[in-house]
């Protein structure tokens, strides 16, 4: 299988995404990452692994009638999911890693939590530097490392504690991009300087428990490694361990990420 083959997921699941995970847990990082970035009136803006285009959609209202907007991910099912929001915006099949773009062909590039899940991140920073032009910005969102996530932590030690030690790495994805020594040195390392890092504390909502642990466990290798009576006891012992989370509403659980951006030399000249 292709790596694009194996990321198609059915029109159904990015129909969900779209609908549950993005107000959840991606909506809220989208402003702060086009702000971050200075997005503004007039610039063509890039949004790499944009999913359904949140970060996509976002720039395109900053900016007005005034700019232009490509989105591209792997998947097709998200981008016909963008396509129907915003038939107005450019969707665009493509690989993180070798972007089907002229060199400086965009003001700002941009990537909101995907860089976790990518073999080569280095290269697709790269990738983001190499399409924008010189002066321009590339700006990327990633969640924090699992030992500040609270709320993530605590399931995980559950499902350690349950399913054994692999767990950690069978849950790690999302988690394994949020050193910021690393982060500073990918930037660096694709000629980006100027950069600025932060770490916002964010939200990410369910509607109860099992629905948190659900989307961790079955949303990652770990769900297919367990039988039923481990996952049984994981949910059984998250309702307990992750109940200070909880709300009227479901549980709120602290989502912590970095937003760095970067900018490209003026003068300076792509590496390839
Ligand atoms: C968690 S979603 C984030 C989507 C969107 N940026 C958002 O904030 O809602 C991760 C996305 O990365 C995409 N993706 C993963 N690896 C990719 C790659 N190498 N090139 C392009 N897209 C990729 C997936 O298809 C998926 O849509």
Known sequence: MTETETYQISLEAAEVYESRFVPAIFAEWAPLLVDSAAVRAGQAVLDVACGTGIVARTAADRMGDDGAVVGLDLNEAMLTVARRIRPDLRWQQGDAADLPFPDRAFDVALCQMSLMFMPDRARAVAE????????????????????EQPAYRRLVDVAVDEAGPDAASLLDAYWSCGDLGELRSLFTAAGLHDLDLRTHLGTARFGSVDEMVATEVEGSPLGGRIDDATYGRIRERARSELAEFENPDGVAAPL???????????????DR
């Not at 983001?128 to 030992?147: C, D, E, K, Y």
């Open 128 to 147: 983001l530097a190499r399409v924008t032009r010189a002066g321009g910005t590339v700006g990327i969102v990633v969640p924090a490392g699992i030992t």
């Open 256 to 270: 912590r990420g970095h937003v760095v951006v970067g900018h490209v030399a003026h003068g300076a000249t792509p």
